[in-house]
């Protein structure tokens, strides 16, 4: 039995019963952990002192929003290649997750950046980039409820998010592009992270914990659609 | 194909040229901006000149925004698009589109920029990085406004959101046009990998654009 099973709604349905419990009891396990360790059992910055703790935060949030839209690209792209509908319906769930994530990370970086930068918004390489993503997840989000035709508006928006993925590649190598304020990567990078331990086991449940809360979501979205288009089925009868 | 290739293009061209007023009003409106810019700088002359060639970059960029809603409103009115496409493919049709729109509307943008650089006081030995750097970085605009056309006709509700839509799409080539452009400013003159990279990014998008507005008109005429 392959993963392809799923792209029958029936077996998506008896799927997301099982896994979306599975994937709230676990989201809220890792967020619990995640939140003990970092802000009572892992140590203080020794330059920045108790702030860094809005790391284990921002780091996440940034990191997974370009995570989610490589999501929907990729979805975008099976939706439009192949027509599986659920490929698409998850690409619509994520959006407005992906961009609520994206604020997070702007606004926990704006925060974090006012007292250590001693600003808090420059024109960083990364910062405009990530902003731009804003912008994209946005324009997601604005064309499919601005296309009346719901499949027309399903294949464009698919089109749109593949043509967005520009940015992701951009977005992650700003750091290394432009030498500007914003620090270049410590977590995922070829030599390994350049992270003490202790702050990296937080870092890693909160991140794991956030993709949980992420498939949670997107799941119980596609389960209410997928609902919603059933009652139309059948009160079209 | 390629008869049908130079047939879309020459007949977009010939719009435009027997019809100036959309190439008068995007080359009204660049002269504008940039005049308006001294107004917002406070006339310090050091400040404008040094910015000058983000000022002219972005003044380009949004000019040729404009042109978006041009790009199809004709053919869409007469049934010109359902005729080609039953015998050419869409995808060539968006490129001869693009090349059409750069040929007319871009070209003659690029060559009213010494006149700007003038009005901005840019260096004389700045103009010559700048031109080169529109030049290359503005065929990825011309596929990207020929998205942007095709995305527009998929709502009626203005021209807007595709505006939106279409400048984060504008960003990378704004940013390394501007770092091909002022190469000189920070003195090292061998260093063109921002001219390398926009034309990367013109080769992404002769690549891919074309064919995703190709795919955008063909929803568009069968959704008609």
């Given at each position: 039995m392959s993963i392809t099973i799923l792209s029958n709604p029936y077996y998506f349905m008896r799927f997301a019963s099982i896994a979306q419990p599975v994937c709230c009891v676990l989201c809220v396990c890792f967020f619990i952990t995640g939140t003990y360790i970092g802000l009572y059992n892992s140590p203080a910055d020794y330059q920045q002192g108790e702030m860094v703790r809005i790391m284990y935060v921002h780091v996440p949030a940034a990191s997974l929003s370009l995570g989610f839209y490589t999501f929907i690209a990729i979805s975008s792209l099976i939706y439009f290649f192949w027509r599986h509908k659920l490929a698409d319906l998850a690409a619509a769930s994520a959006a407005p997750i992906g961009a609520v994530v994206t604020l997070i990370a702007l606004i926990t970086g704006a925060l974090w950046g006012k007292p250590t930068w001693g600003t808090a918004w420059v024109w960083d390489a990364r910062l405009t980039s990530t902003l731009l993503l804003l912008f994209i997840y946005a324009g997601y989000i604005a064309l499919r409820h601005y296309i009346d035709h719901e499949e027309k508006a399903a294949r464009i928006a698919s089109l749109f998010a593949m043509i967005g993925f520009i940015n992701i590649p951009i977005i992650k190598f700003s750091v290394e592009w432009w030498n500007t304020l914003h620090q270049p990567a410590?977590?995922?990078r070829l030599t390994g992270p350049s992270i003490a331990t202790e702050m990296l086991i937080p870092l890693i449940l909160m991140m794991i914990g956030l993709v949980f809360f992420f498939a949670t979501v997107v799941i119980m979205s596609m389960q209410t659609e997928i609902m919603k288009q059933s009652i139309k089925r059948y009160s079209a009868l | 194909m390629l008869h049908s290739f130079f047939y879309v293009m020459w007949y977009d061209i010939r719009s435009y040229i027997t019809n100036l007023s959309t190439l008068a009003t995007v080359c009204l409106f660049y002269l504008s901006i940039i005049i308006v810019i001294p107004f917002g700088l406070d006339g310090n002359s050091t400040v404008i000149s040094q910015s000058s060639t983000g000022f002219i970059w972005i003044a380009f960029v949004l000019c040729a925004l404009l042109c978006i809603e041009k790009q199809f409103s004709q053919d869409i009115h007469t049934d010109i698009l359902d005729i080609l496409s039953l015998r050419y493919s869409l995808a060539l049709i968006c490129f001869s589109k693009a090349i059409a729109v750069w040929v007319a509307i871009l070209l003659p943008l690029i060559l009213f920029t010494p006149l700007s650089a003038i009005l901005l006081h840019l260096p004389f030995s700045q103009l010559y990085p700048l031109l080169i750097s529109l030049l290359v970085g503005s065929p990825a605009i011309a596929f990207i406004i020929t998205l942007g056309g095709a995305l527009s006709l998929?709502?009626?509700?203005?021209s807007l959101l595709v505006a939106i839509l279409c400048l984060p799409l504008c960003i990378p080539v704004l940013i390394f046009g501007v770092t091909a452009a002022s190469v000189s400013i920070y003195g090292y003159d061998n260093n063109t990998s921002g001219l390398k990279l926009l034309f990367a990014l013109d080769l992404l998008a002769v690549a891919l654009l074309p064919w995703a507005s190709g795919e955008i008109l063909r929803i568009e005429l069968e959704n008609k």
């Amino acid at each position: 039995m392959s993963i392809t099973i799923l792209s029958n709604p029936y077996y998506f349905m008896r799927f997301a019963s099982i896994a979306q419990p599975v994937c709230c009891v676990l989201c809220v396990c890792f967020f619990i952990t995640g939140t003990y360790i970092g802000l009572y059992n892992s140590p203080a910055d020794y330059q920045q002192g108790e702030m860094v703790r809005i790391m284990y935060v921002h780091v996440p949030a940034a990191s997974l929003s370009l995570g989610f839209y490589t999501f929907i690209a990729i979805s975008s792209l099976i939706y439009f290649f192949w027509r599986h509908k659920l490929a698409d319906l998850a690409a619509a769930s994520a959006a407005p997750i992906g961009a609520v994530v994206t604020l997070i990370a702007l606004i926990t970086g704006a925060l974090w950046g006012k007292p250590t930068w001693g600003t808090a918004w420059v024109w960083d390489a990364r910062l405009t980039s990530t902003l731009l993503l804003l912008f994209i997840y946005a324009g997601y989000i604005a064309l499919r409820h601005y296309i009346d035709h719901e499949e027309k508006a399903a294949r464009i928006a698919s089109l749109f998010a593949m043509i967005g993925f520009i940015n992701i590649p951009i977005i992650k190598f700003s750091v290394e592009w432009w030498n500007t304020l914003h620090q270049p990567a410590s977590l995922l990078r070829l030599t390994g992270p350049s992270i003490a331990t202790e702050m990296l086991i937080p870092l890693i449940l909160m991140m794991i914990g956030l993709v949980f809360f992420f498939a949670t979501v997107v799941i119980m979205s596609m389960q209410t659609e997928i609902m919603k288009q059933s009652i139309k089925r059948y009160s079209a009868l | 194909m390629l008869h049908s290739f130079f047939y879309v293009m020459w007949y977009d061209i010939r719009s435009y040229i027997t019809n100036l007023s959309t190439l008068a009003t995007v080359c009204l409106f660049y002269l504008s901006i940039i005049i308006v810019i001294p107004f917002g700088l406070d006339g310090n002359s050091t400040v404008i000149s040094q910015s000058s060639t983000g000022f002219i970059w972005i003044a380009f960029v949004l000019c040729a925004l404009l042109c978006i809603e041009k790009q199809f409103s004709q053919d869409i009115h007469t049934d010109i698009l359902d005729i080609l496409s039953l015998r050419y493919s869409l995808a060539l049709i968006c490129f001869s589109k693009a090349i059409a729109v750069w040929v007319a509307i871009l070209l003659p943008l690029i060559l009213f920029t010494p006149l700007s650089a003038i009005l901005l006081h840019l260096p004389f030995s700045q103009l010559y990085p700048l031109l080169i750097s529109l030049l290359v970085g503005s065929p990825a605009i011309a596929f990207i406004i020929t998205l942007g056309g095709a995305l527009s006709l998929t709502h009626n509700r203005g021209s807007l959101l595709v505006a939106i839509l279409c400048l984060p799409l504008c960003i990378p080539v704004l940013i390394f046009g501007v770092t091909a452009a002022s190469v000189s400013i920070y003195g090292y003159d061998n260093n063109t990998s921002g001219l390398k990279l926009l034309f990367a990014l013109d080769l992404l998008a002769v690549a891919l654009l074309p064919w995703a507005s190709g795919e955008i008109l063909r929803i568009e005429l069968e959704n008609k």
